[in-house]
C-alpha cells in the first residue's frame, strides 16, 4: 500500500519542505556534543531536511525512512556521508550492531506522531552512548494554522476546498509536555531548545509547500486553490517559523 508521503507528495516536499537552517543545525550539534566521529540517526528522515545538514557536524547520518519515494528524493541530493535506509521506527534495534562509530544522536524531525512514541523513545535510548541524545524536532505548527492573518486566509481557503484542516501534527505544547514526561519516565535527562526564523514567501511556494501535504485527487483543486489566493502576493508575507527541540539525553 502506497505511504501518504509517495509519489507527488515526496517530490513537492523535496522541493517545498525546508532544511533545518545550518544555524539552528550547528547550535543543535553543538549542544549535544555531536562529536566528528560519531553517528547520527535520523529516523522519519523524508528528503533529508536534517540529515544533510547534520552530516557536516559527524562522520555519517543514517537515514531511516519507511517510504521509497521520500529517500530517491534524498538519495538524488548526492549529499555526503548520508547512508538511505529503508526502515521505520521498528528497525532501530537492529543498529546495536557494531558501527565504525559510537551514535552520539538521533533525530526524529516532524515525524514522531507516526511512530509509537513510546517504544521509539526507548529503542532510541538503548542505541545512544553514553551522554548522547535523541532530538525531537518540531517546526510550529502548519504553516496553513499559523497565525499570521495571510495564514487564516490559507487555512480558509483550504477548508472551502476541502473540509476542516485542524491537524496539528502533535506540535502544541501539550505534545510536547507528554513526550518530555514519557522520556523523564524512560530515564533520560530533558530540556527545550527553541530558535525563530522568518521567510518571505510568495503564493508560488506557498501552493507548492500545500501540495506536499495534499493527496494526487486533492492537487486536482490546486488552480482553484490558486484563484483562492489570488492577490496575497501584493502584501509582503512572511511566514515565522519556530523551531523547537526536545533533547532527551543519555546519562553517562
Ligand atoms: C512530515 S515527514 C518529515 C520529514 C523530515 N524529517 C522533516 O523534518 O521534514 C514524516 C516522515 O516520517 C516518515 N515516517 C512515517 N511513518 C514512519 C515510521 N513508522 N517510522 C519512521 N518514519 C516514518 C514518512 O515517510 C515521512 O518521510
Known sequence: MKSEFAGTTAQYYAE?????????VRALAAHIGLRADDIAVDLGCGTGQIAVPLATHCAAVIAIDPEPDMLAGLRARRAERVLCVLGDDHDLPRLSVPLTGPIGLVTIGNALHWMDERST?????????PDGAIAIV???PPLWLGPAPWQTRVREALESLYGPVSGNCRTDQSALDERRAMAAGLGLDTEVLSWRAAYPVTVDWVLGHLASALSPHQLEKTEELRTLLQGLDHDEI???VTTTVLVARRGS
Do not use: F
Open 16 to 24: 517545498y519542505r525546508r532544511d533545518l537552517p545550518m544555524e539552528q
Open 121 to 129: 523513545l526507548s529503542a532510541a535510548a538503548s542505541i545512544l552512548r
Open 138 to 140: 518540531t517546526q510550529g
Open 238 to 240: 512572511v511566514e515565522e
